[in-house]
């Protein structure tokens, strides 16, 4: 069983940083990529960003480029978000994500940290 925790949300003001923590344990085998989706009250869930977990190759939503970077440390089986920049328009509930190599679906999901930026 494959466990995802998030961390490092929070209220922050617009213009803020904020930094992000995916922590995964469990027996994963085969990671092929980690993402982090984000979800704002009554709006669907979107992509935010990826990074594949060999080659560290990432992919960014546009209206996060050049405001967040993803990365990863895979001894620590973590995946990170820096935050900057922060919009009113970025709060909602981040959540973490693993895709398993075959798959094309995310296999596993976190519940996700609460991230609110004031005006």
């Known amino acids: 069983q494959v466990q995802l925790v998030e961390s490092g949300g929070g209220l922050v003001q617009a213009g803020g940083s904020l930094r992000l923590t995916c922590a995964a344990s469990?027996?994963?085998?085969?990671?092929?990529?980690m993402a982090w989706f984000r979800q704002a009250p009554g709006k669907e869930r979107e992509f935010v960003a990826a990074?594949?977990?060999?080659?560290?190759?990432?992919v960014y939503a546009d209206s996060v480029k050049g405001r967040f970077t993803i990365s990863r440390d895979n001894a620590k089986k973590s995946m990170y978000l820096q935050m900057n920049s922060l919009k009113p328009e970025d709060t909602a509930n981040y959540s973490c994500?693993?895709?398993?190599?075959?798959?094309?679906?995310?296999?596993?999901w976190g519940q996700g940290t609460q991230v609110t930026v004031s005006s």
């Open positions: 994500a693993v895709l398993l190599s075959g798959t094309s679906e995310y296999d596993y």
């Open positions: 469990g027996r994963i085998l085969k990671l092929q990529s």
């Open positions: 990074i594949s977990w060999i080659g560290g190759n990432t």
